[in-house]
């Protein structure tokens, strides 16, 4: 556990209010801001202290924000009232001024408007039939015996989905481009901590200029795919062509927030949805219980079959076991704002220009909200009575679930994640039971999303339907 040197935490009441328990960072904690193995054990330790803590050090000053009602206060109620924060600004060097970092509430909003058909009903249906077609793919090459990389081939499959959703490239090699670049600026995202990180990124420091290269290449291959799109005359049936011809009023999407659009939605296409899918299939072999439930109910619903969009809402328990391990694994493992104004955060006056975190990691596994197996896998506590998958099942309070964030930014391609999760799973989990290869130490990397580190070593096993038992 990295360790936290708490001072002050009482209520002691001053010209300015009365104040949060105050951490001070240890030279550990200061280490963990930018060693991502250990950022998720240091935020627990500081939520220890409250569930209004401030963090502070040389240059920094942080609320971590751990009660449910207070994070979506933050979040939805108080939502004008902050904008996303330093982190955010830092990937926006990359993304551009996408709907993830775009900060006018105005054009943000419009934004999300046009954008929205492209994830209507109606194009689920159709990407279902690609998300499963690239899990089928996998299907065919793995081989019974073979040891992967679980991370990489869940990587492999939603780069399948990414390229041919996005931008119509059936290749992948539009695609392997832009996440390649990609994963150059997520793994050197601790850059971001270092002061005075923005003119560090100008200078010729070798990470700095790896980060600008990975920029320029993927922004450019965007930048040529936009550009075929709108000369060629040809219907790509994706979601680029969807920007495209979204309108409102008469004026829609210039190719520039086209790109910028299409890059945000790639990282979040992308990586989400892999990394729920690895630590997915980690968790099942751990839970045999879990596994054999899962099964029967893929057996049950799809049998030999390939599963469709309308296989979905059939599949309540398999929903479950994606949201239970979206609970203790989430991908979007922290959110960050910053406050335009000042205002109370359960009571404590928040002046403006301050940095608030709230933690999916910490709240979604807190046991006051979900109980005293609030570290246990355990998808049936999202099936209701009547065996339907149920967001409100468990009983946790309003606000201490959102895997996809909350309020009016909260991830717009929420349902095309899970439509992914669950058809991609059903699909290997009817012949496939992929076993953990001893000996290796499986922790978080807690960067942009959370991640397995280094990996998740596992042997690819057929299950006891696919041997014919």
């Not at 279902?128 to 073979?146: F, K, N, T």
């Not at 799109?229 to 979601?239: A, P």
């Not at 960050?336 to 933690?359: C, H, K, N, W």
């Amino acid at each position: 556990m990295v360790d936290v040197i708490a001072y002050g935490g009482r209520r002691a009441r001053t010209g300015d209010g009365p104040k949060p328990p105050r951490v001070r960072a240890s030279p550990k904690t200061l280490r963990a801001l930018v060693d991502r193995r250990r950022s998720t054990a240091m935020f627990e330790g500081v939520a220890k202290h409250g569930d209004v803590v401030e963090l502070g050090g040389p240059g920094f000053r942080i609320w971590l924000v751990s009660d449910p009602a207070l994070a979506r206060e933050v979040l939805v109620d108080r939502g004008r009232q902050v904008t996303k924060g330093f982190g955010i600004r830092m990937i926006s060097i990359g993304l551009g001024n996408g709907i993830l970092t775009n900060e006018d509430p105005v054009s943000h909003k419009r934004n999300r408007r046009l954008i929205n058909p492209a994830f209507s009903v109606t194009a689920l249906r159709k990407y279902a039939d690609v998300m499963a077609g690239a899990a089928v793919r996998a299907d065919e090459r793995w081989r019974v015996g073979q040891e992967v990389e679980i991370t990489d081939e869940m990587g492999r499959i939603a780069l399948d989905v990414v390229g041919r959703t996005l931008l119509g490239d059936e290749t992948d090699r539009d695609a392997r481009t832009v996440i390649d670049s990609l994963e150059v600026i997520l793994r050197r995202f601790g850059i971001g901590f270092i002061p005075g990180a923005t003119k560090l990124l100008e200078t010729n420091f070798p990470p700095a200029v790896k980060i600008r290269n990975a920029v320029a290449s993927m922004r450019s291959t965007v930048e040529r795919v936009v550009v075929d799109h709108k000369q060629s005359g040809r219907n790509y049936d994706d979601i680029v062509s969807a920007l495209l011809a979204a309108t409102e009023d008469g004026e829609g999407f210039t190719e520039q927030q086209v790109l910028d659009e299409t890059l945000t939605l790639m990282l979040a296409g992308f990586e989400t949805t892999a990394n729920a899918l690895a630590w997915t299939w980690w968790l099942l072999d751990q839970n045999a219980d879990v596994a054999a439930k899962l099964r029967a109910e893929i057996d049950t619903v799809i049998g030999d079959g390939v599963p469709t969009y309308d296989d979905i809402a059939r599949l309540p328990y398999t929903m479950a076991t994606i949201a239970e391990t979206m609970r203790l694994r989430p991908p979007a493992w922290i959110l960050e704002r910053e406050t335009t104004e000042a205002f109370d955060i359960g009571g404590y006056p928040v002046a403006a220009g301050q940095t608030v975190l709230m933690s999916p990691w910490i709240i979604h596994r807190d046991p006051r909200w979900w109980g005293p197996d609030a570290h246990s896998y355990r998808p049936d506590r999202w099936i209701n009575a009547d065996g339907a998958f149920d967001h409100s099942a468990p009983g946790q309070p309003r606000g201490a679930y959102f895997p996809f964030g909350a309020g009016s930014r909260m991830c717009i391609g929420e349902q095309f994640a899970w439509s992914e999760a669950v058809l991609v799973l059903a699909t290997l989990a009817r012949r496939w039971a992929p076993v953990i290869v001893p000996g290796q130490r499986v922790r978080t990397w807690a960067a942009v999303t959370l991640r397995p580190h280094p990996g998740i070593r596992m042997r690819l096993e057929p299950t006891a339907r696919a041997r014919g038992g």
